[in-house]
């Protein structure tokens, strides 16, 4: 059975950092493209970052909000993709989500649950 699981999420100051994971099961992760996306409370959801499969060229993609903050990266041993978030502010609270998309899909094939990320004082 194919899963996405993300966790790390959790209440955290302004400036404060997180590292969401998104491991995978029933599935090689490194097969896929990840996408992390986010949705905050009224908004559309916002694709953040993306990082391409190992065995694809391809950069990785950060949107201009967490450009410079956020880093993707993955660990293949424990098939899982990491969102590393720093310097965080009020304006990334949102339920963040991560998904996998086969090369040359146009649309992501699994995606995970969410997790809660609340940045406040």
């Known amino acids: 059975q194919v899963h996405l699981v993300e966790s790390g999420g959790g209440l955290v100051q302004p400036g404060g950092s997180l590292n969401l994971s998104c491991t995978a099961s029933?599935?090689?992760?490194?097969?896929?493209?990840i996408g992390w996306f986010r949705q905050a409370p009224g908004k559309e959801r916002e694709g953040i970052s993306c990082i391409p499969s190992s065995s694809r060229d391809g950069l990785t993609y950060y949107a201009d909000s967490v450009k410079g903050r956020f880093t993707i990266s993955r660990d293949n041993v424990k098939n899982t993709v990491y969102l590393q978030m720093n310097s965080l502010k009020a304006e990334d609270t949102a339920v963040y989500y991560c998904a996998a998309k086969w090369a040359g899909n146009s649309n992501y094939d699994y995606w995970g649950q969410g997790t809660q990320v609340t940045v406040s004082s």
């Open positions: 029933g599935f090689v992760l490194d097969d896929y493209a």
